[in-house]
DNA sequence: TGCACAATTCGCCAATTGGCTAACTGGCTC
DNA sequence: GAGCCAGTTAGCCAATTGGCGAATTGTGCA
């Protein structure tokens, strides 16, 4: 493997590796339906807030979510849609999976 | 987020998972060429056998590939061909994604 | 100014990941 | 059977991940 492609393999792996948790997933499920502010999230989600600003900024560094403050209120977005289109492909492989993961 | 949806988060990120590693994602990429054997995958990664047997054993465990003894060798194949429009996404996602990861 | 709320950042910690070497299993050939 | 090659499993270890509470920053309002 070229140390170029290696470059690539990478790089793309670091935007799969931030959908690859089961909060982020629902995150950005619930932002296809619109914009939320964090505490929003952190509501939907029963995690504490700390936690679900660290998901978000994860998400927004890899280009998935963006932010824009308005007042004291964070609202995050989608900003890839084909990122629902790539959900799609996963439920249909979901339903043929099987066996343990151990690694 | 109901107990259901949320065995449905984890089931999806599972899979995804599988595929947040470069070289996972060399494989599937090089198996969406053909079949290869373990041997054949670990000359062109660049790590050792076992590394590679476990990755292989890892996407096996999710449905992402199947394998076939012949010999002493086993051959891998990808069962689940919709990973390629699956990257696709990914890679135009790539190119306007920014700014540092930190979790 | 002072308080409350929204959000992020900082330390800390347990669990997971991913690499290696060593050991083991199974098939083929001499 | 002995030796060799292909592959997996096991044990170890360093690095990363993901959770929490505490502390910090910033905005709006009384």
């Given amino acids: 493997m070229s140390a170029t492609s290696q470059a690539q393999y ?37 995690v504490e807030m700390p936690t679900v600003s660290r998901h978000l900024s994860l998400l927004r560094n890899v280009g998935i979510v963006e932010d824009e403050k308005r007042g004291a209120q964070v609202f995050y977005r989608l900003r890839r849609l084909c990122i629902r289109k790539f959900l799609e492909c996963i439920e249909t492989m979901q339903t043929n999976s099987q066996g343990t993961d151990s690694l």
């Fill in 10 to 46: 990478k790089a793309r792996s670091r935007i799969i590796k931030a959908l690859a948790h089961p909060t982020r997933l629902f995150i950005v499920d619930e932002l296809s339906r619109g914009e939320r502010c964090v505490r929003e999230l952190t509501e939907l989600i029963g």
